[in-house]
């Protein structure tokens, strides 16, 4: 199985300013999964990060306000632009085991939003 | 479109069985997936069907039938821990180019003595 280093793992920012998230992978990876979720909702797929290639942004989500940068096949950060109060929400990375289908998560972001 | 069904919550009593079901339509099909999460807690992985059939594995089973648009999760002999989330998950093929999941909207289990 693959261990996800997620950080920071939980933030309360102003609005208006961004947040970068980070997540380390110990083992390369192909692609990386950026999911939100929102407080008792089940969660959403923001982006697939890619080595070496743009991000490919899910209806709904532009690169304008979540911007993502993947500069090796370990390692992707997850930006939150000019957050407002909406943005609150847990914000999880994603890859897909290496021998098996399943995906694993990271611990997660919390991001509250004053 | 994509669409992904569950129960939003299930009550159920320590030592019961219960079965979550999940319906599903999406344009693709490459997997369905079973995900536990505790409160505060991420996803973790419980089962992956993409035949149709049965996979059991311990007290945990999950069901597929994939012209029914149909999964069920079935856990056994249920202790207080089992209490959390249950999201199902398909695996949205887009010819091979990214393997997205597209998640339920997640059910809820409270397990009562």
């Known amino acids: 199985s693959a261990v996800i280093s997620q950080k920071p793992s939980r933030d309360i920012c102003q609005r208006g300013t961004s947040l970068t998230i980070q997540c380390q992978v110990d083992s390369q990876v192909t692609m990386m999964f950026w999911y939100r979720q929102q407080p008792g909702q089940s969660l959403t797929l923001i982006a697939t990060?890619?080595?070496?290639?743009?991000?490919?942004?899910e209806s709904g989500f532009v690169i304008d306000k979540f911007p993502i940068s993947r500069p090796n096949l370990t390692f992707s950060t997850l930006t939150v632009s000019n957050m407002s109060p909406e943005d609150s929400s847990i914000y999880l990375c994603?890859?897909?085991?290496?021998?098996?289908?399943?995906?694993?998560f990271g611990q997660g972001t919390r991001l509250t939003v004053v | 479109g994509q669409n992904i069904d569950q129960p939003t919550e299930m009550t159920a009593t320590e030592g019961a069985i219960v079965q979550i079901n999940c319906t599903y339509q999406?344009?693709?099909?490459?997997?369905l997936f079973w995900y536990q999460q505790h409160a505060g807690e991420a996803p973790t992985f419980l089962s992956y069907?993409?035949?149709?059939g049965l996979e059991e594995k311990g007290r945990f089973s999950s069901f597929l039938s994939r012209s029914k648009g149909y999964s069920y999760l079935l856990l056994k002999e249920l202790q207080m821990k089992d209490s959390a989330s249950y999201l199902c998950a398909v695996r949205d093929d887009y010819g091979g180019a990214t393997n997205k999941l597209i998640f339920g909207t997640g059910t809820l289990l409270a397990v009562q003595p």
């Open positions: 999406t344009s693709g099909f490459n997997g």
């Open positions: 069907n993409v035949l149709d």
């Open positions: 994603s890859v897909e085991a290496v021998t098996g289908p399943e995906a694993f």
């Open positions: 990060a890619n080595q070496g290639s743009e991000a490919t942004y």
